[in-house]
């Protein structure tokens, strides 16, 4: 009766999306105060509903209710509760239910804290955001519905993929999630701009607050991925450049250069025409990224679908949204004209070189990930582009935008001068210049690029304390926003980041060896020990753990003891690593084939400041969240007067 009733409550979703899309707009158009108000009144309603039908879907994996199709397909009575729950959103059809379900949270956010929104802005977001959730209330009915049954039911259920029973990948697709479906919040304020023609101050601040929350969110959400893939996989490194890791790096580039624009058009209001074509590419590459793991063109761990039906829906749906959203654009963006004048070298200048390498560093990963699609397509001929390919083009782009980065805070808006503010920063030159020389010395001289990009890691974080201190010096601390605190914490963060994807990626120490019990073998000045490998019972599993002794300098150091596990239900294995870590390095080992005949694969690797990869993104995402409780992103801006905007000018 449960299941029932969660999709009787879709059913009635879709209907409330239905007249939510529609007549707000009606009340927008016809300065209707009632019918505007309706379009809060209806969001509330429609996130109520869609509550309740996550919550029936919820109901059927935790009580284990083998009725329902999904259900039995994606969880077993043996599985542990955790992955019970992680199980409603670890399949395509659960997955587009929790993707309904924070699209229409989002829509009821709009409707409870945009009271400070003009009525017909209001109306007109959350009719866009009704509109968006009407396509995926569609969706799950008429193709990918989860509340279907199964007659007779089964006395047991096949389970969820082995690779996705973890922490990491239970809490990873809802901050995806919310990130991908935070920029429908953006999209609804720029399609709703376009059709009022009109950007100013006040829609800038009511924008940033979304996007940054949004952006937060999707960081959040790609760095827990990137620690789960390398914990889980078993590979050793923390980014592969593979297609579905693809889809949500370049919305992310997208959010980022929006989140810089909205500056200019809250400050200076100009890039308006821009900063509204960012915000609809932001949430089209999102769904692009859905279309690319739930259509099937991808075969991945993540690419729950494979039937064309859902893969041509979400095409349609996709090029709706992004093709309508465009052709609206085309027309309305030449009257979003602005009058701010400034020079190449001025704070805007450095925003738009900004936003310029962002863009080109989306535009590089779209191309390298679509590319092959459109080849198979259209010759069949199948090609991988790789590693090898994204690390030739991604990492010059990124060479003159970190270069930048810490330039543009120095800069005075409206005209400024190059020398001075490059003088403010000659310390953070030298030290990065300095920590590059070293680098190379003491590592390895013939990796001269690796050097370089681990000065660039410096410089962000020099330039960023540069900035603090400068402040501090001037006693502006006090004065100083959240939103520059923010800033600067995330900027800093993303040296941490690049110091510690530089050093992984170009001096890792690496050992494969088959070993039997006893055996000894020199890794990265340790001596390794395989003490044993027993057999272990899992609570829906079988393992082997390995225990496997360190010792430095003939001591004692350390014990790894890293699995491999046979999931009884689905009969696949995989690998549980073990990781001794501290803030300068991780010791990870792996455990492969074998048997006491034999031996067994070890894999051993020695990552230095791999740790700082997650940390870095996790002071990135913090200072969004800093940034996002400033007081001012959450109050609109008044109109400013046209004599107070010549005066600015």
Known sequence: MIPELGHFALILALAVALVQGTLPFVGAARNDIRLMALGSTAALTQALLVILAFGALTQAYVTSDFSVANVVANSHSAKPLLYKISGVWGNHEGSMLLWALI??????????????????????????????????????????????????????????????????????????????????????????????????????????????????FLTCGIALGSWWAYYILGWGGFWFWDPVENASLMPWLAGTALLHSAIVVEKREGLKSWTVLLAILAFSLSLLGTFLVRSGVLTSVHAFAQDPARGMFILAFLLLVTGGGLALYAWQAPKLTSNALFQPVSREGALILNNLLLCTLAATVLLGTLYPLFLDLLTGNKVSVGPPFFNATFVPICAPLFAALCVGPFLAWKRAELWPALARLRIAFAVSVVAAIVTAAAIDGRATLSAVAFGFGVWLIAGSVTEFVIRARRGRLRTMTRAAIGMTISHAALGVVVLGAVA???????????????????????????????????PNYIAERATITLTSGGA??????????????????????????????????????????????????????APWIWLGAGLCALGGFVSLTDRRLRVGAPRRSRAAVQAAE
């Open 556 to 609: 004692p150091y350390t014990v790894l003891t890293p699995e491999r596990r046979l999931f009884t239900v689905q009969k696949r294995q995989i690998s549980e690593t073990s990781i001794h870590t501290n803030l300068l390095r991780d010791l990870y080992a792996t455990l492969g084939e074998g048997d006491a005949t034999q031996g067994w694969t070890v894999r051993l690797y020695w990552n230095p400041l």
């Open 504 to 538: 992984t990626a170009s001096w890792q120490v690496e050992l494969i060896r088959t070993m039997k019990p006893g055996d000894t073998a020199q890794f990265a000045g340790y001596g390794v020990t395989l003490e044993q490998v027993v057999p272990l019972q899992g």
């Open 103 to 216: 699209l229409a949270l989002f829509g009821a956010a709009v409707a409870v804290f945009g009271s400070n929104l003009p009525d017909s802005l209001r109306a007109r977001v959350l009719g866009v955001q009704a509109l968006i959730g009407t396509g995926f209330l569609a969706f799950l009915l008429f193709t990918s519905n989860p509340f279907e049954r199964v007659s007779p039911a089964p006395p047991d259920g096949n389970g969820l993929n082995p690779l996705l029973q973890d922490p990491g990948l239970a809490f990873h697709p809802p901050l995806l999630y919310l990130g991908y479906v935070g920029f429908s919040v953006t999209y609804a304020f720029a399609i709703a701009a376009l059709l009022e023609g009109r950007v100013d101050v006040a829609w800038a601040r009511w924008v940033r607050p979304w996007t940054l929350a949004a952006w937060c």
